[in-house]
């Protein structure tokens, strides 16, 4: 018998993320260091030229790069050394034809110079004469004005993420203070009348409290603010009470109670607290089948399976879509990095749902193998022997020893 009404998992994130809000929940100015790791909510264009004037990339000598066409070892051009430019100076004058200014990796090109002679394919004449022994193109050598951007070019878009790269770029461009999308608020709630705190001893029948600790932890990872709101014991006021305060938050995160039981009233609760309600209870998906997927008064709501590994699944597949759009970003990359590698083993899978595998990597004769991890998804160390998880789509049924598989980190 079945108890929900099971989506596709393709159809369960699009009905979910459609109703959701639609991009970053505002934005707040930083300093660029602050601002590490997070999103610009604007585009950020240059103010000048970038480099703002041309530099040497090598140390030799700047010339006219006509003057060198022909030279060789046997016969070199002969140029006449005008002056040393000092770095961090203006070169002092023009160069005229014949004529080259011995230069630094970085040095300001001169007037007339158009390319730069490595030092090494020039011989020392005397102190004002040079033989070029090897001909250089217009633009050898150089960092031309404006190359690395233009003036009022883009120097990092909207919605990509600030590294270190970035960072880089904008403080060599002068900018400090950069807008970025503020982090979404993510309450997280765990229930069951099983939990005590980790702290704690548990009695018989009762476990350590411990998806809050992965949830704030993911919800860190892609962006966002955790606020653990605490635990409620399976009753139907504390659930409720614990919901209406999450629905302050941005986004709300609900552990434990998405099934049947007779104690599992979660999408009940969910479904009386406000406008829209529950979209999705039931996915196609193993494991992860009683996820509950609802916006309440334009807040989005995520009730994840009590069991760890499920509850992990299920934030992966949902709410890191989810954050990563509230942060200004696709929300399915196109080029999250995958590792290919090849199946260690069968495993058999039913067509029509997706099955999550987990997956230990191991390199065996130049190549990567995916060994499956399996396990029941109550086992938490069956997500710590893995390195990644491979997605079984709903048309496959099953792997085989050998097949490539895509997987991705975990
Ligand atoms: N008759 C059926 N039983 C179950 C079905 C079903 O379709 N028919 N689905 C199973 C699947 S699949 C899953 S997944 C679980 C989901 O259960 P709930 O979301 O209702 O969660 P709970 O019953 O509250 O807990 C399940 C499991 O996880 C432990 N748990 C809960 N919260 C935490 C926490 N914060 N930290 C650590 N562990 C937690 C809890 O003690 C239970 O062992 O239902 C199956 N049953
Ligand atoms: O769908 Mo449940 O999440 O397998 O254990």
């Known amino acids: 018998m079945e108890f929900f009404q099971l989506r596709r998992v393709d159809e369960a994130q699009s009905l979910f993320l459609e109703a959701c809000p639609k991009g970053p929940l505002g934005v707040e100015e930083l300093d660029l260091l602050e ?60 160069l005229g034809p014949g004529e080259c200014a011995r230069i630094a990796t970085g040095g300001m090109l001169p007037d007339g110079a158009d390319a730069v002679v490595m030092i090494e394919h020039t011989e020392h004449l005397a102190a004002d004469e040079v033989g070029v022994l090897r001909a250089v193109s217009p633009g050898e050598n150089v960092m031309r004005r404006g190359e690395d951007c233009p003036a009022g070019g883009v120097l990092v878009p909207a919605g990509r993420p600030l590294r270190a790269q970035e960072l880089s770029l904008l403080a060599h461009a002068g900018v400090l203070r950069v807008r970025v999308a503020r982090r979404p608020r993510v309450a997280i709630v765990a229930t069951g009348d099983e939990l005590v705190d980790p702290g704690e001893e548990p009695g018989p029948g009762q476990i350590r409290e411990s998806n809050s600790f992965a949830l704030r932890a993911l919800v860190a990872e892609e962006g966002g603010q955790p606020v653990f709101l605490g635990r409620a014991p399976d009753v139907r006021d504390a659930v ?24 599992d009233m979660t999408a009940e609760i969910i479904g009386g607290l406000g406008r829209l309600g529950i ?41 890191s879509p989810l954050l990563r759009r509230l942060l200004g970003l696709p929300p399915f990359p196109g080029h999250r990095p ?62 085989l020893a050998g097949e490539w598989v895509d997987v991705h980190p975990i």
């Open 338 to 399: 995958a590792v290919r590698a090849r199946m260690a083993k069968n495993v058999a899978s039913a067509a029509g749902r997706v099955d999550v595998l987990r997956v230990a990597l191991e390199a065996r004769d130049g190549e990567l193998w995916a060994e499956p991890v399996q396990g029941k998804s109550g086992l938490i160390t069956t997500l710590t022997r893995a390195d990644g998880a491979v997605i079984i789509r709903e048309e496959k049924e099953g792997l």
């Open 279 to 319: 979209l999705v209870h039931g996915v196609n998906l193993k494991p992860g089948k009683p996820t509950i997927l609802a916006v309440v008064d334009g807040r989005p709501v995520v009730g994840l399976p009590g069991h760890p590994v499920s509850a992990q699944v299920v934030f992966a597949l949902f709410v």
């Open 35 to 94: 601002a590490h790791g997070r999103c610009l909510a604007e585009d950020v264009r240059s103010a000048g030229d970038l480099p703002a004037f041309d530099r040497s990339s090598v140390d030799g000598y700047a010339v006219r790069a006509g003057d060198t066409f022909g030279a060789s070892e046997g016969l070199p051009a002969y140029l006449r050394v005008v002056e040393e430019i000092p770095m961090g100076r203006a070169p002092a004058r023009r």
């Open 240 to 263: 409720e009470a614990k919901l209406r305060e999450a629905l302050k938050y941005d986004v709300v995160l609900v552990s434990g109670g998405s099934s049947v039981g007779a104690r």
